[in-house]
């Protein structure tokens, strides 16, 4: 089976990927459409090299968006779906989804080193772990990354979305709870 991926450029440092596969179910009703916005972020404010890293989050599919954040989308004139997803993202945030967990950072090196230039690094979580995680060294070599080589990874979570939604979010509540709150009821 063929798995038909749809990528759509939201703004410089952001790409929104879905497929119509990918989904959440909340056991009754409708199941829930996701997709995913993988933004570059430069965690140096001097714009230093090996500063930008990429944070992905799931957020409904356009059609399965609650209607007033549409809305308010709209209010602010914006009526493009690529708009309006990116609205949606910026403004009532995703659900976090540790992309370098899918395919660990120098698990990736000989492949990925084709791709874009980066440097792996240990970062602390909020947690207290240890993680490896990727950085690159401009924001076009980051972004380049996310489209060619994460996107290729991010249908695997869709094998263990629960496991992902049942994680607690940092805002509270869980990866649930902020996908009910951004979907249609």
């Known amino acids: ?6 990528q759509s450029q ?3 440092s952001q790409i929104y990927i879905e497929s119509e596969r990918w989904q959440c179910s909340f056991g009754w009703g409708e199941p829930v459409k996701l997709g995913m916005v993988l933004e570059a972020v430069d965690l140096s404010p001097q714009g230093r090299d090996f500063s930008y890293i990429i944070e992905a989050s ?9 209607e007033e ?18 609205y949606a993202y910026e403004c009532y945030g995703g659900v976090p989804v540790n992309i370098d967990a899918l395919q660990p950072a120098k698990a990736s090196c000989g492949m990925s080193s084709f791709v874009a230039e980066s440097s792996i690094d240990t970062v602390i979580t909020r947690t207290g772990e240890a993680t490896e995680s990727r950085h690159f060294l401009d924001l076009s ?16 979570i869709f094998g263990f979305i629960d496991v992902i939604l049942d994680n607690p979010l940092r805002a509270g509540g869980t990866g649930w709870d902020k996908i009910k709150q951004m979907a249609k009821k």
């Not at 089976?1 to 749809?6: D, K, R, T, Y």
């Not at 409904?60 to 968006?65: D, G, H, S, T, Y």
């Open 1 to 6: 089976m063929i798995l038909v991926l749809s």
């Open 10 to 12: 939201l703004s410089q």
């Open 58 to 66: 799931l957020i409904p599919q356009l059609e399965f968006m609650d």
């Open 69 to 86: 954040i549409l809305e308010e989308a709209r209010a602010e004139g914006l009526n493009g779906p690529e708009e309006m997803l990116r």
């Open 141 to 156: 070599e980051a972004i380049t990354f996310a489209r060619d080589f994460y996107a290729v990874y991010v249908p695997i």
